[in-house]
């Protein structure tokens, strides 16, 4: 059989650079769960996760070549840790199955591995601990599998595998390292290994072998960058290799795996068309392999089949050997659209989930396939008094008064003793409080019993809050199905979906709403619940709102306009809110920003211009608060060195950040940024199971009182409590408090 992927000249290949791996209706999830809560053995859980690849190759099938190895049980950063067998001493446990969980969620015996944003995306993966004592060794048994699972199938199958730069450039030194170690320092090592990966996949039959190597996307050093070519020299010179990247244009770097004699690269001609015209201007072999990603992987909008039938054709006067795909991994889009049908008629025939983003992959591979173009945006999705509200804003809706004068009149108006204790604003998302969601939403509770279901928890948090002796409540948020969809809902110029879920972390999923007109408020979405779990208590109860930059992200979002102008008409719309809260009483409203890093564009260049509208739209939607009103904002998952600006120039009074899994770093950072507010270090890393201990959460909180000193810390989580269970949070939260009174005695 040949396995060669030479590409004929007249059909272009399609393929994809991958695809949605938790399955079509989160069977992954399901069988996921149900193993880690004991419901299902390790041989229940393998049947559940081969079916959900078969799945996939039953999808992929329609295209010419396939993708293999894409699969993943938690995450493929953690999946590529233990190809090359470097799980740290911590995680390994008698199964492979359980030191793989122990290093993704943690267990009684050890943290896990840290978890952070995917370049800029709402996936996170989870950081490899890389040191000089790491031993590498090839363990090629799972892409071995899977490209084999495939082929079986009689499909040309390409295998995947995390390449071995971005491997290291994703990972963070161990404890052991001593100080200037850097991971990449280990890549001689690593390419060993490598080889012998690559070694294996060839006696199984593969050509052509994928390296998805995304972090050449962003800006790269010169040794950096001279790695690079020497390690594609040696892994080209005994295999075929397609270096993928998805996020963004190679740059500096297409010139250097070109050199370096790779058989191909996969080009994201969405974000990244810097680099076709780079390409023009270059003299390249015209038997290199390129694949033109031209449907885009990381939105749901249809793809404009004219323009990517002419990108294709440009490429085709540079190689002999091209052929088509989607821009990056399917994994960040919906599955299927299909379940959709109870979305409007205009937005339906403009979209594109994963499913139809491979049939559009063929047609634009098929010379004689539609050529159809995207129709223009429809004039009634425009919202003319939401445009002129905000032409109308003055220069300085979004300056407050300077932080010294508000601090003292919210000091006023809400004494507090020092290391203030509060919550991220979740609390448990039961499978009670869901079910009742779900039985409401099919139509089998009416509107008035579900909510006084969800009174009911608000009321028990309050009191949950009362008796742990708390000193700023929350209401928990049990109605809110996810802190961005439970927004799209009710705002103007966003449609949710029935089942587009896409995953986040592990077992976890979002369905990202889709934002395609103009955005209004109809009316307050928030007010009621907060003014009602005030009228329970005495203490003060924070409003809770998500800022415009995370309901941006963690949406699917038109593309007809600039992000900027975008974000602008949600901050208008959340502007509303927070005054609605203020004239309610609310002396505390928080805004949460977590992906505020996140969105950060991966190349430097572009930082600014996004810094400036970040924060402007951030400041639009909570600038119109009286002094004494206090803004919170919260900031989770993230290496926050390249925002700290940005969180300074939130303007807020207080911002809760995660800091648990970093060790109070960030608060040195925020110092040297002139952020001059208030802080709430994360004491508690919520994203895993484990109940920490009250002394570590004291300990952090000195830590932070000795960088900031003692009236500018709070005591806090590092983020809400959703994901949790009742038996963890008490518990953990009880000594969030004994830790933060041990600690204020000290003071004392
Ligand atoms: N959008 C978003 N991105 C985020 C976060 C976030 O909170 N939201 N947090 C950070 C970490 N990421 C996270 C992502 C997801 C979840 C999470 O808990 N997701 C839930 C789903 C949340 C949801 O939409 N819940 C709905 C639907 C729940 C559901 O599955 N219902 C069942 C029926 C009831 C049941 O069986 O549970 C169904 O529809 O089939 C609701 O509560 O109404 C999950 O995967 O389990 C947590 C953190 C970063 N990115
Ligand atoms: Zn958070």
Wanted: aromatic share 6%; hydrophobic share 45%; with cysteine.
């Amino acid at each position: 059989m040949n396995t060669t992927t030479s590409v004929p000249a007249k059909r272009p290949q399609a393929t994809a650079l991958g695809y949605p791996r938790i399955g079509p209706n989160r069977e992954l999830k399901r069988a996921l769960e149900a193993h880690w809560s004991g419901r299902l053995d390790a041989a229940g859980l393998e049947d559940a996760a081969a079916a959900v690849r078969s799945g996939m190759l039953d999808d992929l099938s329609m295209l010419d070549t396939v993708p293999t190895g894409i699969f993943s049980l938690y995450d493929h950063v953690l999946d590529t840790i233990c190809a090359v067998d470097a799980l740290a001493p911590r995680h390994r446990r008698d199964s492979e199955l359980a030191s793989y969980f122990a290093a993704a969620r943690g267990d009684e015996a050890a943290v896990p591995l840290e978890m952070t944003k995917w370049f800029d995306t709402n996936y996170h993966y989870l950081v490899p601990e890389i040191g000089p004592e790491t031993a590498f060794a090839a363990k090629p048994a799972k892409a071995v599998a899977e490209f084999l699972e495939a082929k079986e199938r009689g499909l040309d199958a390409r295998p995947v595998l995390l390449g071995p730069v971005s491997f290291l450039l994703l990972a963070k030194a161990s404890e052991e390292a001593p100080a200037g170690f850097a991971p990449l320092d280990r890549l001689d090592d690593l390419v060993v290994v490598y080889t012998e990966l690559l070694a294996a996949l060839r006696d199984a039959g593969a050509g052509l072998v994928q390296l998805d190597e995304p972090a050449l996307c962003a800006d790269r050093t010169e040794a950096e960058l001279e790695a690079v070519a020497a390690v594609y020299r040696r892994l080209a010179a005994d295999t075929q290799i397609l270096i993928a990247g998805g996020y963004g244009p190679f740059g500096e770097a297409l010139p250097v795996l070109l050199e370096a004699g790779v058989e191909g690269v996969a080009l994201d001609l969405v974000r990244g068309r810097s680099d076709l015209e780079a390409l023009e201007a270059l003299n390249v072999s015209r038997e290199t392999i390129f694949l033109a990603g031209v449907v885009d992987g990381r939105n749901i909008w249809r793809a404009d089949l004219a323009k990517g039938a002419a990108d294709l054709e440009r490429l085709q006067r540079i190689s002999d050997r091209v052929g088509v795909s989607s821009s990056s991994s399917l994994l960040h889009v919906p599955v299927d659209l299909a379940p959709e049908q109870d979305l409007p008629e205009a937005l339906f025939e403009r979209l594109s989930f994963a499913r139809q983003k491979l049939q559009e992959i063929n047609q634009i591979a098929d010379p004689e396939g539609s050529r159809e173009a995207r129709p223009a945006t429809p004039e009634a999705w425009r919202d003319a008094s939401v445009r002129e509200r905000l032409a109308a804003l003055g220069a300085d809706a979004d300056r407050r008064v300077p932080y010294a004068n508000r601090q003292a009149a919210q000091a006023e108006r809400v004494p507090l003793p020092p290391l203030p204790t509060t919550t991220i604003g979740s609390f448990p998302q039961t499978a009670e409080l869901r079910n009742a969601r779900a039985a409401h939403r099919r139509g089998l509770m009416i509107d008035t019993d579900y909510k006084a279901r969800m009174k009911a928890e608000v009321a028990a948090v309050i009191a949950e809050q009362e008796k742990l002796g708390l000193d700023v409540l929350v209401h928990g948020e049990p109605e809110r199905n996810d802190m961005v969809q439970y927004f799209a809902e009710q705002l103007t110029g966003f449609a949710t979906t029935a089942a587009g879920w896409v995953q986040s972390y592990g077992s976890r999923c979002v369905r990202p709403p889709i934002l395609f007109a103009d955005v209004a408020r109809q009316a307050p979405m928030t007010v009621e619940w907060t003014s009602y779990a005030q009228s329970l208590t005495e203490k003060p109860v924070k409003g809770m709102l998500t800022g415009p930059v995370t309901i941006l992200a963690w949406s699917f979002v038109r593309d007809d306009q600039p992000l900027a102008d975008t974000a602008d008409q949600v901050a208008l719309a959340l502007r509303d809110e927070v005054g609605d809260l203020e004239a309610a009483g609310t002396a505390i409203i928080q805004v949460d920003e977590p992906a505020l890093r996140e969105l950060l564009p991966v190349r430097a260049a572009s930082r600014a211009a996004y810094r400036d509208w970040a924060t402007r739209s951030f400041r639009i939607a909570t600038a119109g608060v009286r002094p004494e009103t206090a803004i919170h904002t919260h900031l989770c998952y993230s290496e926050f060195g390249e925002v700290i600006d940005a969180i300074a120039a939130l303007d807020a009074d207080v911002t809760s950040i995660e800091a648990s899994r970093s060790k109070m770093e960030v608060l040195a950072d925020l110092d040297r940024a002139n952020y001059r507010s208030a802080v709430g270090p994360g004491v508690w890393d919520i994203h895993s199971p484990r109940v920490p201990a009250a002394e570590d959460m004291a300990e952090a909180l000195r830590l932070a009182v000795a960088a900031l000193g003692p009236e500018r810390v709070w005591a806090n989580p590092d983020c809400g409590l959703k994901t949790r269970r009742y038996e963890e949070v008490r518990p953990s939260l009880e000594g969030l408090v004994a830790a933060a009174r041990t600690v204020r005695e000290q003071l004392a």
